[in-house]
């Protein structure tokens, strides 16, 4: 587990669990995306495996579990349904030869990569057939294997019907197989799930963590890296999508956008966040509205003499010639207001009208 960086509450907390012998069947990893859950639960399996396999047939149970390969491993996913698919279909046996491609690809880099994210097209849930699949698992008999493991990634996209496959599963465990579900949502798994399972809370991840995971796993430029991780809230999930949304372009957008809207120069305003909206459309503005935020809780920072941890570090003189300029201007209402523009723009509202309104509640504080 030593691979998996940060998250070292969680780290000490399996390995005593390991040290003492008595690990519980069945986990809950929770947490934010982006934060190595997943990671964690791969090098926990192996850690495990460490400790109670056998000299002889460790080195084939570590790359069986790296490569997620059963009988040691079974990984389990949202995918999407096949044409003419039923419940009685196997997870993959309606999917089109590319899709099942697909999934062998982001199954690949995953493998590679331990921080990717799958990403299937219409993967919008985890079939009732994946879970049934787990009683076919556990049903073999693997006495050389003290212990193999069920992995569960996005569990909180099981639906109804597959949540309850689950649940007895998890009622009647098999000796030696350990569940390990992952979700970033809790409030979407059933309470007799969550009651049966060993919860550890993965916190968000420092900047400088963040920073680190780009480097060494996406191969990302270290002061893009450290610029990014300064805005992504411990996740490097969200500093990913920023980096594919060309994070130093938006950064200047937002910039230029607040000088604009704040002179009430609304025609070079609407300007910049209309090429915003040509490049990536919705996604890029939710963004932009998200730095605007951050731009204005930096502004409360230094209103409250706060002298560190700003987002916008690399901006501070821009910044602090704006604080000059607008000491006394009320944020809250207006970061609510923001707020609420950003939840609308993923209910189909007019685009144009959201845009509108973010230039008229910034041109409005001063």
Known sequence: ME???????VKNSLLSLI?????PHAFLFSGTVGVGKEFMAIEFAKKVCEKFSSPEELNKTIHAISNFNEPYLKFIFPLPRGKNESEDSGPLEKLSNDEIQTVKDELAKKIVNPYYKLKIPKANNIKVSSIREIKKFTALNYDDIPYRFIVITDAEMMNEPSQNALLKSLE???AGVIFILITSNLSRIRETILSRCWHMHFSPLANSDVAKILEEHFECDAN??????NFSNGSVHEALRLIEHDFTELLNKTVLFLRYSLGRKYHSALKEINSLNDINGIQSIKL???LIIYWFNDFEKLRRGYENDFYFTEQYETFS???KRYPNIKTTEL????EKLSELSEQNLNLNIIIINIVFELSNII
């Open 321 to 323: 010639k704006f604080y």
């Open 3 to 9: 691979k998996v960086t940060g998250q070292i509450a």
């Open 19 to 23: 040290n003492s012998g008595k690990i």
């Open 335 to 338: 970061i609510t207001n923001l």
């Open 224 to 229: 893009l890296a450290n610029m990014v991780a």
């Open 288 to 290: 932009l509205i998200r």
């Open 172 to 174: 009647e465990p098999p």
